[in-house]
């Protein structure tokens, strides 16, 4: 059974961050285990989150747990997700480097979470600094939105997909970009390798519950472990995202509904519209 190292949050109430991804994994059959950066009650969208940051030196101990068990070694998989503090960066920096040194193969991908189009950064300043110094060179893949893309590669707000397939190619690492402007009331997910894009679109719905980025990042990460190809595996990405959102509103669900959706998140049932582009 695959092994994915999750270093994100823990939100107890809502299905968001790391714990959105260990659920979202469990179909696929791949084993999570999640380090928590934070211990949240539920989103902070909702108002005060309650709980706060693990410190730095308990993430680290934490992790000495988990490769004292042989865990880091074995790893197929790290997923890098939400971090309140700089020294969390660091400390997960270096379990990825830790993780190599035991000689894993594991892929690395990472969700760069800083911020959004709605309020823009939402980390400190040190901490988006931590995250584009220490964590990006390190990934295998970036799995931005929009919004986090245009900021690492300095580039303004992307109206277009256009724009932001070019702003990927800038940062000279194969991407899966979320958010991203489709035109006609849709939104879209661009993997954007070096020779290679395409755009995954469906229709923009309102009152969409948060937790797509990270539902994105688990899914099209189970599928590059389970030895698909990246357009595969984004696309089934793309679906699943869509399919929970459309679920969600359907039932005027207040979170998405991961654990009711299970397989589904395997065999997503909503169709994507598919762009590609050289």
């Known amino acids: 059974m695959p092994l994915a190292l999750i270093l994100s949050s823990h939100v107890a109430g809502s299905r968001v961050g790391g714990m959105a991804q260990v659920l979202a994994l469990t179909p696929f059959g791949v084993d999570p285990v999640l380090a928590p950066t934070v211990l949240y009650g539920r989103h902070p969208g909702w108002g005060p989150p309650g709980g706060g940051p693990v410190e730095a030196a308990t993430f680290a101990a934490m992790l000495d747990g988990i490769e004292a068990n042989g865990l880091l070694a074995r790893a197929d998989l790290v997923i890098c997700g939400y971090f309140a503090l700089a020294g969390q960066v660091q ?62 590669s300095g580039r303004p707000p992307f109206t277009s997909a256009a724009g932001a397939i070019a702003a990927a190619r800038a940062l000279g690492k194969p991407a899966l970009v979320t958010s991203v402007p489709a035109g006609d009331g849709r939104i879209g997910l661009a993997l954007v390798t070096e020779n290679r894009a395409t755009l995954f679109s469906h229709p923009r719905l309102d009152g969409v519950p948060h937790g797509g980025g990270d539902l994105v990042t688990a899914v099209f990460s189970a599928g590059l472990i389970r030895g698909e190809s990246p357009i595969d595996a984004a696309q089934r990405a793309a679906r699943a995202a869509a399919d929970a959102a459309h679920t969600a509103v359907a039932r005027g669900a207040s979170e998405l509904p991961l654990v009711a959706l299970g397989e589904r998140l395997v065999h997503p049932l909503a169709e994507v519209s598919v762009e590609v582009s050289l």
């Open 91 to 152: 400390v997960a920096a270096a379990a990825i480097d830790r993780v190599r040194a035991a000689g894993s193969t594991a892929l690395v991908v990472v969700d760069p979470i800083m911020g959004d189009e709605v309020g823009g950064l939402y980390v400190k300043p040190e901490v988006a600094e931590a995250i584009e110094s220490l964590l990006v060179p390190r990934a295998d893949w970036l799995t931005p939105n929009a919004w986090e893309l245009a900021r690492l």
